[in-house]
């Protein structure tokens, strides 16, 4: 904050120059645009390579430049409407790569069914097809890490990018707003805390730097970007005239209303019916997530049954000769939305526990068979619910079920603990492969199992699920916890 006062005494003094930060909106523009060309100058670069040194023909580039300039248009358009060309998005390689691979897939599909749909198909080769796939999929990646990059070092210069924010509000809604917002990294900056009146000035958390005069000199000066009002027991009238005074300056204006606004960070601030609303948690898988989701299980699920189909024979065959009772384990677990449905395991134990205390396997566990050990393991004895899978009651991917009793158990001792029935339970889960598996008998550890499942259900994308069942066959070959 005395870089702030510095520069309230430095605007009373005299009048300092104008600095104008680099707009972000226009970086994200100059991606867009970059992004246009490389799709449409992928299209013809191919076909004109691919005909005049392969084929060794002379062909009309024009109908493949119109098939990139409807892919670059497309691509763009989804990539600007899922806010990917916005500046937090751009300063994460890794996010935009995801993004723009998935987007361009999509966009590859429908081309390839518009082009059936008209009886166009024809005149474009397969080999063209793949090619300008492939070599515009390189190139996005590798525009996105070079922007990425080249703006990761401009936030580090002075001034570049720079979004500077002063608040209005001595007091502690202004403190906690200071604190979320201040990110050097994404070169977010305070300008300083000024008092819209003396009744503030007692509080000791945020001391202010000026008054409103002071805010309008540096407004005026060109050192602020955004002004947020974070007032929330200001009088109606009282907040008509300080936004009426404040919307005459040349920079954004924001309105912080309370403290449960900003407890809530990762919400977003949608409409509805023209009012503008927090939204606190959005509903997982919407949209095209839910049939991703689906198709994801059916065509990941149904290949891995019929390759795994010979050694759940033998798996069966083997807990059958090694003594009496059943093959599979069943028991009645919460699955979506609460809904109970039956578990399906290969049978590990001498004991079959479905009822209202239900004791969690334990290291050296007396009822566990000798084969079942080995089955726990390596988590073999999962492989049946491969079979709940296929009938819709799980998912690849989720978190993972619990026995009614524990899940009633939990649901009383963990905040947020019912948050992981928004989506159907998985064969493996993001807690998994983070370690959190095996037995929960510390609330803690489920605390921390909670929260990486609640992770997944708030971050889901199809691109996380891949990386979820990779990192799912090192921990089944590497097990930690499992007994």
Not at 33 to 60: K, N, R
Not at 301 to 328: D, M, R, Y
Not at 369 to 388: H, K, V
Not at 437 to 450: D, H, I, Q, W, Y
Request: charged share 20%; proline share 4%.
């Amino acid at each position: 904050m005395s870089e702030a006062k510095g520069l309230v005494e430095e605007l009373t003094e005299g009048e300092v120059s104008r600095r104008t930060p680099f707009s972000r909106a226009v970086y994200g523009d100059l991606v867009q645009f970059s992004d246009f060309v490389i799709v449409t100058a992928a299209s013809v670069v191919v076909a004109y390579l691919y005909h005049h040194y392969i084929l060794v023909i002379d062909t009309d580039v024009q109908r493949f430049a119109a098939a990139g300039i409807v892919g670059a248009t497309g691509l763009t358009a989804l990539l600007r409407r899922d806010g990917y060309y916005e500046f937090e998005a751009l300063l994460s390689s890794s996010r935009s790569m995801r993004a723009v691979i998935a987007r361009w897939a999509l966009i590859v599909l429908g081309l390839i069914a518009f082009g059936y749909a008209l009886k166009v198909s024809e005149h474009f080769s397969r080999f063209w097809l793949f090619a300008w796939t492939g070599v515009v999929t390189v190139a996005l990646v590798t525009a996105r890490i070079l922007a990425a990059a080249l703006l990761r070092r401009a936030v580090r210069e002075d001034g570049v990018f720079s979004r500077r924010i002063a608040i209005v509000g001595a007091n502690e809604i202004g403190a906690r707003f200071a604190g979320h917002a201040a990110n050097p990294e994404k070169a977010i900056s305070i300008v300083g805390v000024f008092s819209a009146g003396p009744e503030e000035a007692t509080f000791t958390g945020l001391p202010p730097v000026g008054d409103l005069r002071a805010l309008e000199r540096a407004a005026r000066a060109g050192e602020i970007d955004d002004i947020v009002i974070a007032m929330p027991k200001l009088s109606k009238e009282g907040m008509t005239s300080l936004v009426n005074r404040l919307s005459a300056l040349p920079v954004s204006l924001a309105i912080c209303p309370s403290a449960h606004w900003l407890d809530h960070t990762g919400g977003d601030v949608v409409r509805i019916g023209g009012a503008p609303l927090l939204t606190l948690y959005r509903r997982p898988l919407e949209g095209w997530g839910g049939v991703l989701k689906t198709a994801e299980d059916y065509l990941v699920g149904v290949p891995a049954f019929l390759i795994l189909s010979p050694l759940i024979l033998l798996i069966a065959l083997a807990i059958k000769l090694e003594g009496k009772g059943p093959v599979l384990f069943k028991q009645q677990r919460h699955g979506f939305n609460h809904k109970v449905f039956k578990i399906y395991k290969f049978r590990t134990m001498v004991v079959q526990e479905d009822g209202d205390m239900i004791a969690q396997a334990r290291a050296k566990d007396p009822r566990v068979t000798r084969l079942g050990a080995i089955l726990r393991r390596y988590s073999l004895d999962e492989l049946p619910q491969i079979f709940n899978v296929l009938k819709g009651d799980m998912s690849l991917v989720g978190p993972r079920p619990h026995a009614l009793a524990h899940n009633h158990q939990y649901a009383l001792t963990i905040e947020n603990y019912s948050g992981r029935h928004k989506v159907k339970p998985g064969m493996t889960g993001w807690a998994q492969v983070n370690g959190y598996r095996g037995e929960t008998s510390e609330k803690e550890l489920m605390a921390e199992r909670v929260r990486f499942d609640l992770e997944y259900i708030d971050n889901w994308s199809l691109w996380f699920d891949i990386k979820i069942m990779a990192l799912t066959f090192a921990a089944v070959l590497f097990p930690k916890n499992a007994y």
